[in-house]
């Protein structure tokens, strides 16, 4: 699909396309199902176990597989036709809301179901990107990402807000209902994607996941590409893990703040800038995603923390240049398994970080404990300088490389 230059284009545009409105609908519908359903299940957890530690993970859970689907299950969102996998997956999903509305699952169990499912998330959102570069206008992908991001954000506040009231009003088990009924809505939004074959074979003879996440960290640009992706970012998140410690109960402020600048972050830089701009904006975007964390050991006021949260936070949108970027180093065969890995390594990035910021400011003061992060972040940034300014190849040479070790490991 081409229509002129990204820069040229606009929202309108895109949902001008059927395929994107179906593919942008399912992907709202999933991450309601999802909010749903985590909270309903953190509830319902509480309720049980009276546990606050075992209600706050169950708001997690399904995150945690994301690792491990990374590495072993990615290759199927290109071995599996994306409408099948888009449209078919939702409603296996909806299964585990299901049997906690019907069934008297003991909590362990329940934790494993969600955590099962965890792991073919992590495939149906590779499938659902590597799928948005082909239904999105030439030169499109950034916005369309932009369009994807501010829904997820949007859907996630609204659906929390949605799933409390359902809680309130229908209870756990009404609540677990309605992400069924949610998950069902997306898998029909996807079936109304125009039929189109799977981007690599299926065959016996298919390299592995963990063989093809080799072959892609095997060539330098890509490799340098996905660091970019999981490094400087996920170390911020763990100073924005710490809002709650560092504001108490002023922290509400802090989260809106950062969601608003990374909304605004991402509609600046997807909307108003073209792909070269967006590549040389990158590595700047990432300093300034870290350098208002610095002034935290002072321990500014709430509003001033506001602020510098918010200016902060726009900086995320210097992601979108990397995203392009490995659009273009990717072969079309290993673009799902990419753009999966970019992902779930990103998440898997955050929740380390998240993790050591939580023990240094257990050691020192949360204000301080975010300044580290941030200072970490500025480091990977530097040290990755050239990955996160330069351009993907015009020739793709980089693709071409990391498609040739794949057929040689095929052969072999």
Not at 8 to 14: G, P, S
Not at 115 to 143: D, F, I, K, Q, T
Request: charged share 10%; hydrophobic share 55%.
């Amino acid at each position: 699909m081409t229509a002129g230059k990204g820069s040229a284009l606009t929202f309108r545009t895109l949902f001008a396309g059927s395929d994107f409105r179906a593919l942008w609908s399912g992907n709202a519908a999933s991450v309601a199902a999802a909010t749903t359903q985590s909270l309903a299940l953190s509830v319902w957890v509480y309720d049980r176990t009276r546990s606050a530690f075992l209600a706050a993970s169950a708001l997690v859970m399904s995150v945690v597989p994301q690792l491990i689907s990374g590495l072993l299950l990615l290759s199927l969102a290109d071995r599996i036709p994306p409408r099948r996998l888009l449209g078919g997956w939702p409603v296996i999903r909806a299964l585990v809301p299901l049997a906690l509305s019907l069934a008297n699952v003991p909590v362990g169990l329940a934790f494993g179901l969600v955590m099962a499912a965890g792991l073919g998330n992590a495939v149906e959102m590779a499938g659902r990107l590597a799928l948005l570069v082909e239904v999105v206008p030439e030169g499109a992908y950034a916005l369309g990402r932009t369009t994807f991001n501010v829904t997820v954000g949007l859907m996630q506040v609204t659906g929390y807000a949605v799933a409390g009231s359902l809680v309130v009003v229908l209870g756990t088990k009404g609540a677990f209902l309605a992400a069924v009924a949610m998950n069902l809505i997306g898998a029909a939004c996807c079936l109304g994607l125009r039929p189109r074959p799977a981007r690599a074979l299926a065959a016996a003879v298919h390299p592995s996941s963990l063989h093809r996440t080799r072959t892609l960290l095997a060539n330098p640009a890509i490799r340098g590409t996905l660091l970019g992706h999981w490094l400087p970012n996920g170390l911020v998140v763990g100073a924005e893990a710490l809002y709650v410690p560092y504001a108490g109960d002023h922290a509400g402020g802090l989260f809106v703040s950062a969601a608003l600048g990374m909304a605004a972050g991402d509609l600046a830089v997807g909307r108003f800038t073209g792909p070269a701009t967006r590549s040389r904006i990158t590595g700047p975007l990432y300093v300034l995603l870290a350098v208002p964390y610095l002034a935290f050991p002072a321990h500014p006021g709430t509003w001033a923390a506001v602020a510098l949260v918010g200016v902060a936070s726009t900086g995320f949108g210097g992601t979108l240049g990397l995203n392009e970027r490995l659009v273009s180093l990717l072969p079309e065969t290993m673009r799902g398994q990419g753009l999966g890995l970019a992902g779930s390594g990103t998440v898997s990035m955050q929740a380390i970080a998240a993790a050591v910021a939580g023990m240094l400011a257990d050691l020192t003061r949360p204000g301080l404990a975010m300044a580290s992060m941030a200072l970490a972040s500025l480091l990977t940034t530097a040290a990755l300088w050239r990955s996160l300014t330069r351009r993907g190849r015009p020739d793709n040479a980089a693709a071409s490389t990391a498609a040739g070790h794949e057929h040689w490991r095929i052969a072999k």
